[in-house]
Structures are given as C-alpha cells and as structure tokens.
C-alpha cells in the first residue's frame, strides 16, 4: 500500500511540475522569439521542439550504450507515432489548430522524408551504424540553420512592434524562465513516467506494450504538456511547431546521435510500428491541407487512430 501510494504522488507531483514546466518553457520562448527577431512558430520548431525532445535523447543514447536498439529505435517511432495522433490530435480537440503554408510546404514534408530514410535504413540492413547516424545529424544541421536563417530575412523588412518587445522581458529573463521550465517538464516526466510504469506493471501489461506505450508517451510528456498548454493560451504555432519539430529532432537527431555514440544492431524493428509512423506523417499533411488547420473532428479522428493502435499493441503483446 506504501508504494502504491508512493507512486501516485509520483503522478500528482509530475502532473504538476510538467503542466507549470510547459508555462515557464512557452514564456521563455515566445520572449526569445522576439528578442531573436524570429517567428514563434520557428522557436515552437527548433528551440522548444528540441528542448522537450530531451527525454527521447536521454533514453535512446542509454539504450544504445546498453545493446538495447529496440528500445534505442522503438522510443523514437512510439513518441513520433504518440507526437501526431495523441498529442495534436488532443490539441486539435481544445482548438482548432491555424496552419502555416511554410510549415505545410518546407517543415511536413522535411518530417516525411526524415521518417522516410530512418524507414529505409531500418529495413536495408541489420545495423544502423555510425554513418547513418552522420547523414541523419547533417539533416537535422541543415534543417535547423535553414529555418533559422529564412525566418529572420522574413522579419528583417518589418519593423519590430515596440509594444511586443519592451525592455521589461530582458533576454536573460527569457533564458532563466526556458531553462527552468525545461528543468521541469524533465523532471516531471521522470515522476510521471515512474509512477505510469509501476501503474503498468499492477495491470500486467507485457515489457513489449509498456515500453510501445507507457515509455513512448511517458518521453513525449514534455511535448504533451507544452502542446496543450500552448493551445489553451492561444500560442497554437508553439503548439503544431512543437510538434513536428520534436518528430523531426527524433530522428534526425536522436537516432543520428544514438548510432554515433553505439551502432544499433540486432534489431527487431516491427514493420507495422513503421507504417503507423509513416500514415500517420502523411495523413497530418491531409488533415493541414484541408482548410489550412487541424479542426476538431481531425483532431478527434487522430485520437481515436492513436486508441486503435494503442489496443491492436495490447491485443498483439500481453
């Protein structure tokens, strides 16, 4: 009874750190968006999206190291798979997602093709090794100084509003307020995420579905957090950027970094995990092109294919 006890504090107290965690992370943001004279939906793709992609990294580079590449390989699928359909699909329930026609023309279809070559290079060989991971990291270096370097020649010709940007936000300001909700949404994933997986383990799920679902959505708790606490404030390009950042940084980054540190081999990498992360990635570029957002029956619909996909694990692996 102690432990059970002790495990749902966990989840009280993670619930808590990552929800106030999210607010200090969106703040700093949206601050240093300004100060850097760039777009908040960028900072939501870049800095923000890489920032709550920490979890994913951590546990990816320690599985690698420890000969674990299903795990190393499993978390990034899983989180991108919970990325799209649980986490826009709740945010697109709260509200109405606007989409950007950059995000639809240059960042959805960057994600698709990352997802298309980790795809292939899962399947082309029994070993990822250190020069797939350089192709993959190169990729996410590009992708980075491209966004970057695009948005602020989009926002050079236009004067800078006094109003948004006053001396009262200081740069270092915003800087304390991100690290400190960073420091959050980390730490209250791992409360979380301990206390879901002793949860887990009472209803006798197997290690194959706790890791495919309680792991994956336990990584992704930061981008949960910061997603739907940017949709309820109304900072929705924060929200979507986030998102499909976070997707692009897994396997750009996470899977390019993983493989430098430890090739992952001997891997057993289900082809059906692939093809739900790869309908998935399209199917987002259908919903964003109907109407230019994600509305709420999209949104909806995402939630009820994560379901169907969460029970067809279930059913496959208990």
């Known amino acids: 009874m102690k432990e059970l006890l002790l495990n749902l504090l966990f989840l009280v107290l993670g619930t808590g750190a ?26 939501g793709l870049t800095l923000v999206a890489f920032a709550t992609s ?23 699928i899983g989180s991108n798979i919970c990325n799209i359909l ?9 509200a109405p997602l606007p989409v950007e026609k950059k995000l639809f023309r240059f960042d959805l279809p960057a994600m698709l093709v990352s997802a298309l070559i980790l795809s292939a290079f899962c399947f082309k060989g029994a070993v990822i090794g250190r020069w797939h991971g350089l192709v993959l990291f190169a990729g996410l270096v590009f992708y980075t100084l491209w966004n970057i370097i695009t948005s602020r020649k989009e926002n050079k010709s236009a004067d800078e509003n006094p109003a948004d940007d006053p001396g009262k936000s200081s740069l270092l300001w915003a800087i304390v307020l991100s690290a400190a909700g960073l420091g959050l949404l980390i730490g209250g994933a791992k409360l979380f995420l301990r206390g879901a997986v002793y949860m887990a383990g009472l209803l006798h799920l197997s290690e194959a579905v706790i890791g495919l679902t309680v792991v994956a959505v336990g990584t992704s708790l930061p981008e949960l957090a910061t997603s739907v606490v940017a949709a309820i404030k109304g900072e929705r390009d924060i929200a979507i950027g986030n998102v499909v950042g976070s997707n692009i940084f897994n396997i750009l980054g996470i899977t390019g970094i993983a493989p430098l540190v430890a090739p992952l081999g001997n891997y057993s990498i289900n082809a059906v995990d692939l093809g739900v992360m790869l309908a998935a990635s399209v199917g987002l570029m259908v919903f964003m092109r109907t109407g230019w957002k994600i509305s709420r029956f999209e949104g909806a619909l995402m939630l009820l294919a994560y379901c169907g996909y969460t029970a067809y694990l279930i059913c496959n692996h208990v």
């Open 54 to 76: 920490a979890p994913e990294l951590v546990v990816s580079v320690s599985a690698g190291l420890a000969g674990q590449s299903d795990i190393a390989l499993g978390n990034v």
């Open 18 to 43: 990552l929800y106030y965690g999210a607010e200090l992370l969106i703040k700093g943001g949206v601050t240093l968006a300004r100060k850097a004279g760039v777009s908040p939906m960028v900072i």
């Open 86 to 94: 649980l986490i826009l699909g709740l945010c697109g329930c709260i």
